[in-house]
């Protein structure tokens, strides 16, 4: 059956009375579905980066952080955490506590003891007195700052093994509190924490059979810092990327692997930070606009621009669920020295090609 375009009624005869009558009238309705993909320009072998001017900190100013706790392990690099443009580090060893036992009582000097310009206090100063001191990990030296140097007779050094206290074999300078300087050892293999004065540490401690003069402590601490902001190739500072960073290079021989020591350092701040996206030296190249729809649809063709540039257009989109998006105009430019007979560029079909 053929319809005519345009037709809206059929019309329907009947001849069951022996007459021609028209007994119904058909309405038509045309319905149209149409599927189509839209063509979106391909730009290939063009590569835009931002080129802008300098980062300005806005509201800058410096931060310190003082005795930062971080427990050393091996020769793994050990960050102090997200802070940028540090100076001034120090990394320095410390006793948790540090008590004094005059026979009758406990008297604590942790606070004065970890003070470089601190109250002075004094050590044994009779055969009664027991000098504490302890730390939360194993250590093997620690430094003593003396106000005034001590005299004594008898003295020793003692560790607990778990059931007792054992004589500790120590050296150094300051192992006798009679003058500046380093108490070393070597950690005992059965070395273990015990409970002094509500306290579980790792402890030593001195005694002397007699006392002339009392040692005046003014601090037990010693800077590790051989070299402060060591500049680290910035190629070495991760293992899975270049990050510039720095830091203090440690002595060696005075810390216990996993010995906790404290940082301190200043860093910069700043209440925000500003930079132009693309200020300047657009990048050149050459673009290819492919527009090749599917089989049986359309024009296929390209459009090739032998030389051009990429310029931002209008505002950036910022949308914290998605990439930067940064609207740009492809600008053409005249290559007559390279293309002379198509300077800005030509057009190529691919229509009935075989």
């Keep these: ?39 979106e320009p391909v730009i290939e072998n063009l590569k835009y980066y931002f080129k802008g001017g300098n980062i300005e900190n806005l509201s800058p100013g410096t931060g310190i952080v003082t005795d930062l706790k971080l427990a050393l392990a091996g020769m793994v690099l050990r960050s102090v955490g997200q802070y940028y443009g540090l100076s001034g580090v120090t990394v320095r060893q410390f006793l948790d506590k540090v008590f004094l036992y005059n026979g009758a009582a406990f008297v604590d000097h942790s606070a004065e003891a ?27 030296e620690l430094y003593a700052n003396l106000a005034v140097a001590g005299s004594y007779t008898g003295l020793v050094w003692e560790y607990w093994d778990g059931d007792e206290w054992k004589a500790l074999v120590t050296s150094g300078a300051g192992d006798g509190l009679d003058s500046d300087g380093a108490i070393t050892f070597t950690p005992p293999v059965d070395w273990a924490k015990t409970t002094v004065n509500s306290h579980s540490l790792y402890w030593i401690s001195a005694k002397a059979t007699a006392v002339a003069t009392p040692a005046t402590v003014n601090c037990f ?29 440690l002595s060696g021989g005075k810390l216990v692997d996993g010995e906790e020591v404290k940082v301190s350092f200043t860093y910069v701040t ?17 673009a290819r606009l492919e527009v090749h729809p599917d089989t049986g649809r359309g024009l296929r063709f390209d459009v090739n621009i032998p030389k051009c540039i990429l310029k931002p257009n209008g505002g950036i989109g910022l949308d914290d669920k998605k990439w930067l998006e940064v609207p740009m105009t492809l600008e053409a430019l005249d290559d007559t020295a390279n293309t002379p007979l198509a300077p800005l560029g030509y057009y190529k079909s691919y229509e009935n090609v075989a």
């Excluded at 970890?114 to 093997?140: C, I, Q, S, W």
């Design 221 to 249: 601490r010693q800077n590790c810092v051989v070299n402060t902001d060591y500049v680290l190739d910035a190629g070495l500072a991760a293992e899975d990327g270049r990050l510039p960073g720095r830091i203090g290079r």
């Design 270 to 286: 700043w209440a925000s930070a500003r930079f132009a996206i693309a200020g300047s030296s657009f990048i050149e190249g050459a």
């Design 114 to 140: 970890d003070t470089e310009a601190g109250t002075p206090f004094d050590a044994m100063t009779d055969a009664n007195d027991f000098l504490y001191l302890g730390k939360v990990t194993r250590f093997k």
């Design 1 to 39: 059956m053929d319809i005519e375009g345009g037709t809206e009624e059929l019309e329907h005869f009947s001849n069951r009375s022996g007459k021609r009558l028209k007994d119904k009238v058909i309405v038509l309705e045309e319905k149209l579905t149409l599927k189509f993909k839209f063509d």
